[in-house]
T-cell receptor, first 115, second 117 residues
Framework: AQSVTQPDIHITVSEGASLELRCNYS??????LFWYVQSPGQGLQLLLK??????LVQGIKGFEAEFKRSQSSFNLRKPSVHWSDAAEYFC?????????????FGGGTRLMVKP | DAGVIQSPRHEVTEMGQEVTLRCKPI?????LFWYRQTMMRGLELLIY????????DSGMPEDRFSAKMPNASFSTLKIQPSEPRDSAVYFC???????????????FGPGTRLTVL
């Protein structure tokens, strides 16, 4: 079974600074990979996804993520953080061989942005 | 498209009462998921359906929880009797499962915040 680890529970960055949120997965083959964002009181919104091909994936709101097979990682990055990026971020893994679209989510990383 | 619709958005009830949460998936989607989110346990998958059929309910905490999907456009999650430890935000999500193709993203509803006193 697949699993996802987000090592950082909380991260605080200054507005305008760069951001990297870590995600490590465990799966026997190349998984489907997703990053979701959850603003306070809201549901989860997809930022980006990786299925195959180019390992650097561009998403919405200026985010990108890079799939590194050798490190079993799919870290999320943004070159310059805006105050509106303060939210909780979830990495998720989907297995290619499961019958449905079940995803396994990490524990989340809460991002706080300092003015 | 209106997205995934959940009702009610907030529910406050007393211990022992029956609670029914409702979800309308995105039209055309054939997979539906129920999640529970708490501070202590994070986001947990409770159950999911493909083509209205429950596929995996191993995440359902106990027999007090039940879920149904009578048709492609409606699902319910019922808790009977409810307990204070059931207090959480319950999310419904839907997706389009394409046979043989890459798995599509899940679209989440806004959630139902349940408080059991």
């Amino acid at each position: 079974a697949q699993s996802v680890t987000q090592p950082d529970i909380h991260i605080t960055v200054s507005e305008g600074a760069s951001l990297e949120l870590r995600c490590n997965y465990s799966y026997g083959a190349t998984p489907y990979l997703f990053w979701y964002v959850q603003s306070p009181g809201q549901g989860l919104q997809l930022l980006l996804k990786y299925f195959s091909g180019d390992t650097l994936v561009q998403g919405i709101k200026g985010f990108e993520a890079e799939f590194k097979r050798s490190q079993s990682s799919f870290n999320l990055r943004k070159p310059s953080v805006h105050w509106s990026d303060a939210a909780e971020y979830f990495c998720a893994v989907g297995a290619r061989n499961n019958a449905g679209n079940m995803l396994t989510f990490g524990g989340g990383t809460r991002l706080m942005v300092k003015p | 498209d209106a997205g995934v619709i959940q009702s009610p958005r907030h529910e406050v009830t007393e211990m022992g009462q029956e609670v029914t949460l409702r979800c309308k998936p995105i039209s055309g989607h054939n997979s539906l998921f129920w999640y529970r989110q708490t501070m202590m346990r994070g986001l947990e998958l409770l159950i999911y359906f493909n083509n209205n059929v429950p596929i995996d309910d191993s995440g359902m905490p106990e027999d007090r929880f039940s879920a149904k999907m009578p048709n492609a456009s409606f699902s319910t999650l019922k808790i009977q009797p409810s307990e204070p430890r059931d207090s959480a935000v319950y999310f419904c999500a839907s997706s389009l499962r394409a046979s043989g193709g890459p798995r599509d993203e899940q679209f989440f509803g806004p959630g139902t915040r349940l408080t059991v006193l």
